[in-house]
């Protein structure tokens, strides 16, 4: 059973900065994507960015803007999400999750419906 178990969620100040990290326990031997995703109450979850596990192939939100970037340490099967710049519109829960794919995919959309395994969330409050 693949189990992503994410770390980091805090406050912080806007301009400030924050490193979730995501711990995949399971077998992910394999093509895996691998996403952040963030919700806040009454609105839809939200794709952060993918990791493509074998093409090594990124993807961020369109509101990322060169802030966040996903970053993989391989030899400890961990993942983290280091955002800068934050702003209070980034506050949410932050979820890590994992799903498996294919080398015919080039990268892995940020769809929520595509991933089968979820961690339960890490708070992330930014304050003005």
């Known amino acids: 059973q693949v189990q992503p178990v994410e770390s980091g969620g805090g406050s912080v100040q806007a301009g400030g900065s924050l490193n979730l990290s995501c711990v995949i326990s399971?077998?992910?031997?394999?093509?895996?994507?691998v996403g952040w995703f963030r919700q806040v109450p009454g609105k839809e979850r939200e794709g952060v960015a993918s990791?493509?596990?074998?093409?090594?192939?990124?993807n961020y939100g369109d509101f990322v803007k060169e802030r966040f970037t996903i970053i993989r340490d391989h030899a400890k099967n961990m993942w983290f999400l280091q955002m800068i710049s934050l702003i209070p519109e980034d506050t949410g829960m932050y979820y890590c999750?994992?799903?498996?794919?294919?080398?015919?995919?080039?990268?892995?959309?940020?769809?929520?419906?595509?991933?089968?395994?979820w961690g339960q969330g890490t708070q992330v409050t930014v304050s003005s």
């Open positions: 399971g077998d992910t031997a394999g093509p895996f994507c």
């Open positions: 999750a994992a799903a498996p794919t294919s080398d015919s995919r080039f990268y892995c959309p940020l769809r929520s419906t595509d991933f089968n395994y």
């Open positions: 990791f493509h596990t074998t093409r090594y192939v990124t």
